[in-house]
Nanobody, 115 residues
Framework: QVQLVESGGGLVQAGGSLRLSCTAS????????MGWYRRAPGKEREVVATIIIGGRTNYADSVKGRFTISRDNAKNTVNLQMNSLKPEDTAVYYC?????????WGQGTQVTVSS
């Protein structure tokens, strides 16, 4: 199994920045995909950004140019740098990792952007 520990998040004013981190541990031979998802109040969970083993990234249109996902393979960590935050970015953010046969979700971390 794979366990995830998230850090970061919090309260920030619009236009500000936050950085989320997620570290995976457990039965990890190779991590195929790491990503961040979010669920805003009253909405479905949506993908924010993903990064695959080769380093290719994908972003939701709503965050392109503002968010950057990166990974440290040596530390089994994925980061999400969030700049120019908007009130509509307010949500619980979840880390998701696919490692071999395992799929794991983080516990979620709250990001609140005030206007």
């Amino acid at each position: 199994q794979v366990q995830l520990v998230e850090s970061g998040g919090g309260l920030v004013q619009a236009g500000g920045s936050l950085r989320l981190s997620c570290t995976a541990s457990g039965s990890i031979d190779r991590i195929n995909v790491m990503g961040w998802y979010r669920r805003a109040p009253g909405k479905e969970r949506e993908v924010v950004a993903t990064i695959i083993i080769g380093g290719r990234t994908n972003y939701a249109d709503s965050v392109k140019g503002r968010f950057t996902i990166s990974r440290d393979n040596a530390k089994n960590t994925v980061n999400l740098q969030m700049n120019s935050l908007k009130p509509e970015d307010t949500a619980v953010y979840y880390c998701r990792v696919v490692a071999g046969p395992y799929l794991a979700w983080g516990q979620g971390t709250q990001v609140t952007v005030s206007s």
